[in-house]
């Protein structure tokens, strides 16, 4: 084999060894299933498909359009909406896309705070900035790491802002839309919610209901709490066709050319096992964090939202300044292979030196685990990082934890006959 094949295969091939023995815990990753796996490597791949089903600038779409009509419909079905975009490509792209939809450069938006857990696309050096977009922050509660109702309408009322944002990729809380309606009316604008984080447990009737609540789109990626492929997605329920065209245009041509038909088609399966599965995994999900966050405080971590309960969503903060920092902590922790990672504290001044660790559950709970083994890996996290003890000696423990928990749950059991009959030989 070519000596750079050679070098890339191996090192895929170590990684899986890696995570095999690992506790995966960054907040925005999952594990997709094994019948939406198998459709990554399809024809579909290899494919171009611009523009909507039945109305392409290529040929060769006639089973491309029939999968794309029908995971729009799924979707759809799950998010309970009369609009939905499946072409994404990642949940930036889809928050480009509203952008380009409802934005011109010099409009102001306003948005959370990076520091208050906001998505980079948000932020004056991100997409929206380059788009020209003015951001105005809304006050935030740091008790609750929610945003401030008041102050928010207030501020709302006073910017008249073009878009009114909201989602954070520290999503502890739910976002107080239905407090915030009056505000949103007076200032005559639309409402956007990202719901990269959260936009599983909002299939599974946890957490909010943005698109009842007053948002008039909700974007997300497709590979967090939803545990799909990386792809992303846009919803709406808006009856304004009008409203529903510039989201078309600026998906296409605005942000997209070809949409990855394979991502597209995987995450039709996700969305199919979701509405089987969706609820039961994303009561799990949440019931995990709020022991595993119990739990930590219970060791001695300072865990953040402790009067609020922790949180009510896949994450958790941890406010680890006594410990010696997120940096240290989260890599101490991938010495002893579990993986999360720094983040910005809403107190924080420096950006590089953040004294938080994000922690998300969706994938320990898609892996089986339940609150038991929440305490156990607590348990593991603070033995390295209050304890001190050698990473190496807990790594060998938290292997023989993963060894109970390797398969994906909440999903469909393969057919081996019927999904590898297309497959390369
Ligand atoms: N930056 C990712 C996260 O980890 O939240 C989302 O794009």
Aim: charged residues 20%; neutral net charge; aromatic residues 8%.
């Amino acid at each position: 084999m070519d000596e750079n094949v050679r070098f890339i295969y191996d090192q895929v091939d170590r990684h899986h060894a890696w995570f095999a023995k690992s506790l995966p815990m960054i907040a925005s990753e999952n594990v997709i299933s094994p019948l939406a796996r198998e459709l990554l490597l399809s024809d579909f791949g290899d494919r171009y498909a611009e523009g909507l089903p039945g109305e392409r600038y290529y040929q060769g779409n006639a089973y491309t359009d029939e999968v794309e009509i029908r995971v729009t419909e799924l979707a759809k079905a799950l998010f309970r909406c009369r609009h939905a975009d499946p072409r994404l490509i990642s949940g930036t792209t889809a928050n480009m896309a509203v952008y380009f939809a409802l934005m011109e450069p010099g409009d102001i938006m306003t948005s959370v705070a990076l520091s208050h857990g906001a998505h980079i696309s948000s932020a004056k050096f991100g997409a929206a900035g380059m788009r020209g977009v003015n951001t105005v922050n809304y006050p935030f509660d740091v008790d609750r790491m929610n945003i401030d109702v008041d102050g928010t309408a207030k501020l709302i009322t006073l910017v008249k802002p073009k878009v009114a944002a909201f989602g954070q990729s520290v999503f502890l809380f739910p976002t107080p839309l239905t407090e915030l309606r009056d505000a949103f009316q007076e200032a005559g604008c639309h409402v956007w919610y990202d719901a990269a984080h959260v936009i599983g447990l909002i299939a599974g009737g946890k957490f909010q209901d943005p698109l009842r609540e007053g948002a008039d789109v909700m974007t997300g990626s497709t590979h967090k709490t939803l545990p799909g492929p990386q792809h992303g997605i846009m919803l709406s329920d808006s009856a304004d066709e009008k409203f529903i065209k510039r989201l078309l245009r600026a998906v296409f041509p605005g942000v997209l050319s070809n949409h990855h038909l394979h991502a597209m088609a995987a995450l039709g399966v996700t969305l199919a096992e979701h509405i089987e599965f969706g609820r039961a995994y994303a009561d799990q999900i949440v019931r995990n964090a709020k022991a595993l966050a119990q739990a930590l405080h219970e060791h001695g971590i300072k865990v953040l939202a402790e009067r609020h309960g922790f949180t009510a969503s896949h994450a958790i903060a941890l406010d680890v300044t006594a410990q010696g920092g997120g940096a240290k902590v989260s890599a101490d922790l991938e010495k002893a292979n579990i993986v999360t990672n720094k983040n910005l504290l809403p107190w924080d001044t420096s950006p590089v030196k953040p004294n938080g660790v994000r922690v998300g559950t969706q994938e320990l709970t898609r892996l089986g685990m339940r609150e038991a083994q929440m305490r156990e890996v607590a348990t593991l996290v603070a033995r390295v990082a209050v304890k001190g003890e050698d990473p190496g000696k807990v790594a060998a423990e938290v292997a023989s934890l993963r060894k109970e928990f390797n398969t994906v749950h909440f999903c469909f059991t393969p057919d081996a006959e019927a999904h590898k009959r297309w497959r390369m030989a």
